[in-house]
């Protein structure tokens, strides 16, 4: 069985940080592009992080460049995402997800195209 288990979440104070892990199982998602996403009550899931296979190609949404950093470890099936100087606007559920490697296709992935989701974790700034 296949999944995605987001940890590191938590309660943290405006300009504090916080690292999120994402452990897949299951199988191995060393070819797949991994990302990051969050979404709060009400609103779309967002777009915050995405990595390609080796890690050697990264994408950030605007609002999220030079606070967060998005890194991989294959031979341990994790990604990471480092926050730092986080707001209170950063205040939402964060979700990993994979996508399977498809030859040609557009990259970053878009939100519909990732093929695995993890349930997600709290992360609450604190003004």
């Known amino acids: 069985q296949v999944q995605l288990a987001e940890s590191g979440g938590g309660l943290v104070q405006a300009g504090g940080s916080l690292r999120l892990s994402c452990a897949a199982s299951?199988?191995?998602?060393?070819?797949?592009?991994m990302a990051w996403f969050r979404q709060t009550p009400g609103k779309e899931r967002e777009f915050v992080a995405a990595?390609?296979?080796?890690?050697?190609?990264?994408h950030y949404a605007d609002s999220m460049k030079g606070r967060f950093t998005i890194s991989r470890v294959n031979a341990k099936n994790t990604v990471y995402l480092q926050m730092n100087s986080l707001k209170p606007e950063d205040t939402a559920v964060y979700y990993c997800?994979?996508?399977?490697?498809?030859?040609?296709?557009?990259?970053?992935?878009?939100?519909?195209?990732?093929?695995?989701w993890g349930q997600g974790t709290q992360v609450t700034v604190s003004s």
């Open positions: 990595i390609n296979w080796s890690g050697a190609r990264t």
């Open positions: 299951g199988r191995t998602f060393s070819g797949d592009t």
């Open positions: 997800a994979a996508r399977s490697v498809r030859p040609g296709s557009t990259w970053p992935p878009p939100l519909l195209e990732y093929d695995y």
